[in-house]
């Protein structure tokens, strides 16, 4: 029996250092890829693609790609203007992963780790990661604006190493002379990272439509009728109303 796990685990750290440790599962618009040596791979960055420990994305103007990690299957979204920085390293079975972002708008969607925390750097902070899904706004000059949509992220300004926490609704500004502030998500904001999901084509115009009623909290209500026997041949109804 332990032959055999240890077989699967150098099976799969072969896998891994033969095939990157991310795919690349979407891509569009201009984006150009730079091998972990500094080199472009390719200037339009194309669906299979594997991407290695340091290697590169940089999109211009249309450009818009997305990757997908190969333990685990966080998502990572690179969206128009970005630069980034595919960073991981294999540990017992896992990819101890981290993304460096030097520049622009990127969307996480993390799959819930383990023991090893999902890291985000850029110039100003350092963001950890159990699970959840964010935005995040980096400038080098300006900051960053993190955008919390589920779960928690502990974002730490690395000027002043103040932390703060990022909830559902909630933004994270971090800047580079230390100053860093939580506040609730205008919803300018939210629409604005919203129509960078519909100009790539992750989301449709209902589902745009139906992501800004929800933050505004303006999802219509429904309800469930369920009926029950009370036991004396009588029927009771429950009704449950959500949103």
């Known amino acids: 029996m332990m032959n055999k796990i240890f077989i699967s685990i150098i099976a799969f750290n072969f896998f891994l250092s033969n095939q990157g440790i991310a795919l690349i599962t979407k891509s569009k618009g201009d984006v150009e890829y730079f091998k972990n040596d500094g080199s472009v791979a390719e200037k339009n960055l194309k669906k299979g693609t594997s991407l290695f420990d340091q290697d590169r994305i940089a999109t211009g103007a249309n450009g818009f790609a997305k990757y997908v990690y190969l333990d685990d299957g966080s998502v990572i979204k690179v969206h128009k203007n970005a630069e980034v920085y595919v960073l991981g390293a294999v540990d017992n079975r896992a990819i101890i992963k981290q993304v460096r972002v030097t520049d622009g708008n990127v969307k996480f969607e993390v799959s819930k780790q383990g023991s090893n925390e999902f890291t985000v750097v850029t110039p100003t902070s350092v963001a950890t990661v159990k699970g959840t899904d964010f935005w995040l706004e980096s400038d080098e000059d ?18 002043s190493q103040t932390v703060e926490q990022l909830t559902r609704n909630t933004t994270i500004t971090s800047r580079p002379d230390g100053q860093i502030n939580v506040k609730k998500t205008d919803l300018n904001d939210f629409k604005k990272l919203q129509r960078l999901e519909l100009s790539a084509g992750e989301i449709d115009e209902d589902e745009f439509d139906e992501s800004i009623l929800e933050q505004q909290g303006d999802v219509p209500e429904g309800e469930i009728k369920i009926q029950l026997d009370d036991g004396s041949g009588s029927l009771k109804e429950i009704i449950i109303k959500y949103k």
Do not use: C
Request: hydrophobic share 35%; glycine share 16%.
């Open 142 to 159: 300006e900051g960053d604006s993190f955008f919390g949509l589920s779960g928690l992220v502990t974002v730490r300004n690395s000027e």
